[in-house]
T-cell receptor, first 116, second 115 residues
Framework: DAGVTQSPTHLIKTRGQHVTLRCSPI?????VSWYQQVLGQGPQFIFQ???????GRGNFPDRFSARQFPNYSSELNVNALLLGDSALYLCASSSLPGQGEGWPQHFGDGTRLSIL | AQKITQTQPGMFVQEKEAVTLDCTYDTSDQSYGLFWYKQPSSGEMIFLIY??????QNATEGRYSLNFQKARKSANLVISASQLGDSAMYFC????????????FGAGTRLTVKP
């Protein structure tokens, strides 16, 4: 079975531009979460979606937005890019939305975003 | 406030020996999950092991075991018979059932296995 797939793998943008990152969850998984991992740190939670509804939001500015599609794939959008947005963006899927125990998230390989 | 603490930025272990990676957490929820992930230099996050707050027995997955001490709020990862391929960053994470559905990660421990 295919794991979580993310595209693109690498991306270079300049300040002020907009970016869209894509994620396809593991087949059968209905929950998708997005994380930002800055070099040398642990991942930071951005969003969680389940059944196309936002279930959780981390401490990120409104420049960050996301959505989930009927096939459970997801997009993360970032507007007005800043140098500090340079990071590895990770997508994770799980079979449960988080309202119960036993819900390990499985991660994709990430999109490495560089802002010049 | 930081809820996951990994106090060991780096650890070294000899091949074939066991190593313990420390993790403490802070939560007021009674229902939560604790997770360990491995991140090689290539960047992917690999799920290793999970422990639920109501599980009475320590979780085990192959060479990985989780030493769960609820009263002390610690969830240490034990890797037995270390292999060169175990060299990576290891992250402890927690997910609270009633808090925003997010997963909080520690700062990580870089494990190096020596031949």
């Amino acid at each position: 079975d295919a794991g979580v797939t993310q595209s693109p793998t690498h991306l270079i943008k300049t300040r002020g531009q907009h970016v869209t990152l894509r994620c396809s969850p593991i087949s059968g998984h209905k929950s998708v979460s997005w994380y930002q991992q800055v070099l040398g740190q642990g991942p930071q939670f951005i969003f969680q979606y389940y059944e196309k509804e936002e279930r959780g939001r981390g401490n990120f500015p409104d420049r960050f937005s996301a959505r989930q599609f009927p096939n459970y794939s997801s997009e993360l959008n970032v507007n007005a890019l800043l140098l500090g947005d340079s990071a590895l963006y990770l997508c994770a899927s799980s079979s449960l939305p988080g309202q119960g125990e036993g819900w390990p998230q499985h991660f994709g390989d990430g999109t490495r975003l560089s802002i010049l | 406030a930081q809820k996951i603490t990994q106090t060991q930025p780096g650890m070294f272990v000899q091949e074939k020996e066991a190593v313990t990676l420390d993790c403490t957490y802070d939560t007021s929820d009674q229902s939560y999950g604790l997770f360990w992930y491995k991140q090689p230099s290539s960047g992917e996050m690999i799920f290793l092991i999970y422990q639920g707050s109501y599980d009475e027995q320590n979780a085990t997955e192959g060479r990985y075991s989780l030493n769960f001490q609820k009263a002390r709020k610690s969830a240490n990862l034990v890797i037995s018979a270390s292999q060169l391929g175990d060299s990576a960053m290891y992250f402890c994470a927690m997910r609270e059932v009633y808090n925003n559905n997010d997963m909080r990660f520690g700062a990580g421990t870089r494990l190096t296995v020596k031949p």
